[in-house]
């Protein structure tokens, strides 16, 4: 197990990607499935360098008496790309509420994921995402470890400037 994993981290740190689509230094701005708490949210990415992109998501739900929300940063690491292409792993760290039988529950969200983010030839300026990988969750007392992925994939799209 240490040798997979120091393998692991050197390949991460190591490995230079490139790819046809520059979006350096672009912002983007999309939507994301990725909340725990099933809310849509607006998705900001800028890719610092050819290595490392930086996010935010933010989502919320005002009603009448109570409002739910979700708001994190993510973190990108590519590991592979090709031309309009981008493979990565990423991490997110989310503080999300929810309504659970007219009870406000408030939580944290940490999620490790795969995924990767292609661009269409002739439309460079849209990144289409899809991600899988583990979430933890905890809204109240309750605490979950599932799978991302159990819809169809986590989604997401950034138009970038």
């Known amino acids: 197990m240490k040798k997979f994993l120091t393998i692991t981290l050197f390949s991460l740190l190591c490995c ?6 520059n979006v350096l230094g672009r912002l983007g701005i999309g939507f994301t499935n990725q909340l725990a708490n099933d809310m849509g949210a607006i998705s900001f990415k800028v890719q610092r ?3 490392f992109a930086l996010g935010v998501v933010v989502g919320f739900n005002a009603e009448d008496s109570e409002t739910t929300y979700g708001a994190g940063v993510k973190l990108y690491r590519n590991i592979y790309e090709e031309p309009n292409l981008r493979f990565y792993m990423a991490g997110l760290f989310a503080a999300v509420s929810d309504i659970i039988n007219s009870t406000k529950e408030s939580g944290m969200q940490i999620d490790g994921t ?3 983010e292609f661009h269409l030839n002739g439309v460079e ?3 289409f995402s899809f991600e899988f990988g583990v979430s933890v969750n905890t809204l109240g ?3 979950t470890i599932s799978t991302l992925g159990d819809k169809f994939a986590i989604v997401s799209a950034h138009f970038y400037l």
Not at 16 to 21: K, R
């Open 16 to 21: 230079h990607a490139y790819a046809d689509v």
């Open 49 to 51: 360098s050819r290595a």
């Open 114 to 116: 795969m995924g990767t």
């Open 125 to 127: 300026s849209i990144g």
């Open 141 to 143: 007392s309750d605490t």
